[in-house]
Each structure stands twice: as C-alpha cells, then as structure tokens.
C-alpha cells in the first residue's frame, strides 16, 4: 500500500462496521418477506462463479511483487461487502421500479458477476489506493454499475442475463477512470514489477478463471446454457493456444512471458461473453478466441514498444 497507508489505519474497521451496521438495517427492510421463489440457478453453477472470484481473481492479481496480500486479502474483503452493497442496489431498484424479483441464488450470483467489474477496477489502482479509498470504490462502483445496468434493461431493453456481461468493459474504464486520478510511482520504484514467485501465484488465478469461466457465461441463461459452456470453452481453448504461440513469437528469447499468459489466456472466453448462448458453430467460437488472444498479445506487445521510455 502507499506511505499513507498507516494514517487510516484506524479508520478501516469503523468504516466497515458502520457499512455492515446500514447493510443490515437494510436488507431488514428490503429482504424481510421470507422469500421462497425458486431460482433456475442451481447451486453447483453458483458454486463455480463464487470460487472463479474469491480464488480466480485474488491470485490472478498477485502479479505486482509487493503486493501478494493486498490482492488476496482485500479481494476477500471487497468481494464481501460488494456482494452486500451490490444485493441491496438491486433490491431498492426493484422496489422503485416495481419490478418482480428473482431466485435468491439468481439475486446472489448476479451480484457475485459484478464484483467481476470492481476487480478489474482494483487491478489498475494496486498500489496506489489505500483500504479506505478501495472499500469506499467498491461501494460506489456497484452502486453505478447496477444503476447502468437498470438503464439497460428499462431504456435499452436489453435481457437481464446480457446487460451483465458487460462488467469487463464497465470495470476497465471505471477503474482506468479512478487511476488517473492517482499519482504514478517513480520510474524505478522497487515495488513495481514481478517476480517468479508473484507470477507462479498469478498464473494459479489464471488456471482458476479459465477452468470456471464457462460456468460465468453460462450462469445466467436456462434455456441455452450448455451451449454458451460449449461454444465458451473452445473460444478459451483456442486463446490459450493463440496466447502460448504469439508469447513465444513475440519474444527475443523465445521464452514465455507471463505478462502476455495472463491477459490473453481467458480472452476468448470475454470475448464470446455477449453471444455464447447464441453462436451455432464452435468454429465461430474459436476464430473469435483466436482474435482476441491476438489482439491482447499483440496489444501488450506494441504498447510496450511505444510506451518504452
């Protein structure tokens, strides 16, 4: 964490427990009907999406050497109270809107999918934000993600299940948006970079992420489920391979390198997120896996290059 980081240390535990004091008050007045509906989410499908958060993205974000508890400790953390944040959002928007209300695993995993966005959002502010102000970006962010899904579905008339696969996109540019308003760390600042050992933890997030990522584009859809998981893991399969060829090929050594492993490993299956349910051919799946592990490669690869002082 940055050198501030012991000023507010102290404020940590009252924020959250005044957060956790509003979140019970609140889901007493909000989720005080004893609801019974039945969810078409079973519990092995949401099983898969709790496991790809907690263990997926809190080792896939060790990669920064200095930083190993901070994305597996605080990711716990955050994902705890975003669930809560994230319910409560949902449910005081039905309320408003009148809207019928879900499963309570459907309302559960739909919230545990957003967190997707606030993880994304913490990876470009690792090391720069201090507990306080990544606890206080997760409550604002499932707020405004949840309100910019509602848009969706009333203005746009999106689905439910598609207005939440756009949490990749929402979560870059919420979180590239936060970062900018941080300084950057001096060029030669010893908390940068990785090691073996930071990479070999990564590596394991990512492992996690590819093998539950059917399960997340597949969660939401009950009629045409098992076909997003089919056509989701060969567009994963087809990326891996991508991934691991263009890493080698885009290196003077020949070696792989992590850094390339990680962001286009699992590209193929964001990349179907939108249409798995709906692509008839797990060709097509694998062409649009194909495509983007070659634009995430070859995007780290050229922006290296010009980036480079």
């Known amino acids: ?25 609140a889901f007493y007045f909000l989720y005080s009907d004893d609801n019974k509906s039945t969810s078409s989410i079973s519990y092995p499908g949401f099983q898969d999406i709790n496991h790809m958060m907690i263990f997926g993205f809190g080792f896939f974000l060790t990669f920064l050497k200095r930083y190993g508890f901070s994305s597996t400790g605080f990711n716990l953390l955050i994902i705890a109270v975003g669930v809560q944040c994230s319910m409560l959002t949902e449910g005081l928007l039905d309320f408003l809107l009148q809207r019928a209300e879900e499963g309570a695993l459907e309302r559960i995993s739909e919230a545990i999918m957003s967190m997707t966005a606030v993880v994304i959002s913490i990876g470009a502010v690792l090391g720069k934000a201090n507990p306080v102000q990544l606890i206080l970006m997760t409550v604002v962010e499932a707020i405004v993600f949840h309100t910019s899904r509602c848009i969706n579905n009333t203005f746009l008339m999106v689905p439910s299940n598609i207005t939440m696969m756009h949490v990749h996109l929402f979560g870059a540019y919420f979180g590239l948006a936060v970062a900018s308003r941080f300084s950057e760390p001096p060029p030669r600042c010893d908390k940068k970079g990785s090691t073996p050992k930071s990479d070999l933890l990564s590596m394991l997030g990512t492992v996690f992420l590819w093998v539950f990522w059917p399960s997340f ?14 056509n989701t893991y060969f567009a994963l399969s087809a990326s891996a391979v991508t991934a691991f060829v263009l890493s080698i090929l885009t290196t003077k050594d020949g070696k792989l390198r992590m850094t390339h492993i990680h962001s286009a490993v699992i590209a193929g299956g964001v990349a179907v997120g939108y249409a798995a349910h709906s692509i008839t051919y797990p060709w097509i799946a694998m062409i649009l896996g194909l495509l983007a592990s070659v634009i995430a490669v070859l995007g780290s690869y050229c922006l290296q290059v010009i980036l480079k002082p």
Do not use: C, Q
């Open 1 to 25: 964490m940055p050198s501030n980081y012991r000023n507010f240390r102290h404020s940590v535990p009252w924020l959250l427990l005044s957060l956790e004091a509003v979140f019970i008050i």
């Open 217 to 230: 584009n597949s969660v939401l859809f009950t009629e045409d489920g098992n076909k997003a998981i089919y």
